[in-house]
């Protein structure tokens, strides 16, 4: 065989090795491996549209001194993002105002709660509809996504987003995202402040 044919496969076999590395070593975005998401109902009409409910959304508000411990675990950090589209991947958060983020850390679970304010109910399904397959939110707080759970709702023009993970057991995890789903009750209380 000449030395030709023999660098030219094994630079072929490197090339080749190196691209499988690269697919396999790579970091995507992370999604959960279980997600639940639901469309906005009529129950929340009276606030289907912005103009309806046009007061933003404070931290205070979602992240009240009640909420600061939920379950096992710990209100770690809170941010708010004007640009919405900053706290996602894959996925266009389009006539979004604001959105606020929660992280959550306990010692075997973490998680994160993610409310956005949208235009109208339309725009909330669009999204959860995008979360379910286009891209997710991302990550306020480090967890191993293998095994983590989510669920997102449309309620009325807002969109709420949890979203747990980590060590726990699966009983544990789910009673971790029950909790912070909780948090969407704010949207409830809109209902009744703009009835």
């Known amino acids: 065989m000449s030395r030709r044919v ?8 490197v090339v080749v090795i190196a691209a499988v590395g690269w697919l396999w070593l790579r970091r995507d975005d992370p999604r959960p ?12 009409a009276a606030i289907d549209t912005r103009q309806n409910d046009s007061k933003p959304l404070t931290t205070q508000e979602v992240f009240t001194p009640a909420a ?13 993002f004007t640009d919405c589209d900053e706290a996602l991947w894959g996925a266009s958060a389009m006539g979004c105002t604001q959105a606020l983020q929660g992280t959550y850390k306990g010692s075997t679970v973490a998680g994160q709660f993610v409310i956005f304010n949208l235009s109208d109910g339309r725009a909330a399904d669009a999204l959860v509809a995008a979360l379910r397959k286009d891209g997710f939110v991302r990550q306020g707080i480090l967890f191993e996504a293998a095994g983590s759970r989510a669920q997102a709702r449309a309620m009325g023009h807002y969109v709420t987003v949890s979203w747990v993970g980590g060590p726990a057991p699966a009983q544990e995890l789910v009673a971790a995202l029950v909790a912070l789903d909780g948090l969407g009750r704010v949207a409830q209380g809109r209902i009744v402040a703009a009835t």
């Open 6 to 13: 023999v660098i030219s496969v094994v630079v072929a076999n």
């Open 33 to 44: 491996a279980a997600f639940h998401g639901e469309s906005t109902s009529a129950f929340y």
């Open 68 to 80: 600061q411990t939920l379950g096992t675990m710990r209100l770690d950090s809170t941010q708010e």
